[in-house]
T-cell receptor, first 119, second 112 residues
Framework: NAGVTQTPKFQVLKTGQSMTLQCAQD?????MSWYRQDPGMGLRLIHY???????DQGEVPNGYNVSRSTTEDFPLRLLSAAPSQTSVYFC??????????????????FGPGTRLTVL | RKEVEQDPGPFNVPEGATVAFNCTYS??????FFWYRQDCRKEPKLLMS???SGNEDGRFTAQLNRASQYISLLIRDSKLSDSATYLC?????????????FGSGTRLSIRP
């Protein structure tokens, strides 16, 4: 049971380049999400998905696209990288979308993160 | 005003001390509350849920005060290994409008 995996761990891009951050989970979780973490800002939700074929925007979606063709995978695509997108990106999954039954059905399992620098 | 606020710290306490920190939330309709722990350059991991009646897990005690809209985390007999950033998480709203909101974290450093 690998949990939530993310690739790559580190990435350096030039302004204007595009790339895809990969995220996969093997726990059959319905809910998956992408966050970015910046100093002093906490974790901010970019996009989320409540199941295969369903995605929605979070708090800071601009400049990012997602898709969810399978339960397991939830890639995040940067369309045209900008220095403001320099951040640490975390993918997370949980058994159910919030609030559902609450409690531990909403426990978020995080991937190890991707450190992205845009020059 | 942020929806979830935490004192960023750092809290610097000696080993064996008791330390407590709070997290305030603005939405009175918030339903579920959690504390996560994040080690330096690692992903957040669930520490404990926060129940209405308060709950304890070993040296850790979490409490919820709905009237004043805050949750707290108390760590007794602190260990060097408790050094980390503690994130509070609040789930507010209902059904498809529900949101998971992370605080920006409180840094705790335990010194020998």
């Amino acid at each position: 049971n690998a949990g939530v995996t993310q690739t790559p761990k580190f990435q350096v891009l030039k302004t204007g380049q595009s790339m895809t951050l990969q995220c996969a989970q093997d726990m059959n979780h319905e809910y998956m999400s992408w966050y970015r973490q910046d100093p002093g800002m906490g974790l901010r939700l970019i996009h989320y998905s409540v199941g295969a074929g369903i995605t929605d925007q979070g708090e800071v979606p601009n400049g990012y696209n997602v898709s969810r063709s399978t339960t397991e995978d939830f890639p995040l695509r940067l369309l045209s990288a900008a220095p403001s997108q320099t951040s640490v990106y975390f993918c997370a999954s949980s058994f159910s979308p919030p609030p559902a039954s609450g409690g531990l059905y909403n426990e978020q399992f995080f991937g190890p993160g991707t450190r992205l620098t845009v020059l | 005003r942020k929806e979830v606020e935490q004192d960023p710290g750092p809290f610097n306490v000696p080993e064996g001390a008791t330390v407590a920190f709070n997290c305030t939330y603005s939405n009175s309709a918030s339903q579920s509350f959690f504390w996560y722990r994040q080690d330096c350059r690692k992903e957040p991991k669930l520490l404990m849920s926060v129940y209405s009646s308060g709950n304890e897990d070993g040296r850790f005690t979490a409490q919820l005060n709905r009237a004043s809209q805050y949750i707290s985390l108390l760590i007794r007999d602190s260990k060097l290994s408790d050094s980390a950033t503690y994130l509070c998480v609040v789930i507010s709203g209902y059904s498809s409008a529900s949101k998971i909101i992370f605080g920006s974290g409180t840094r705790l450093s335990i010194r020998p």
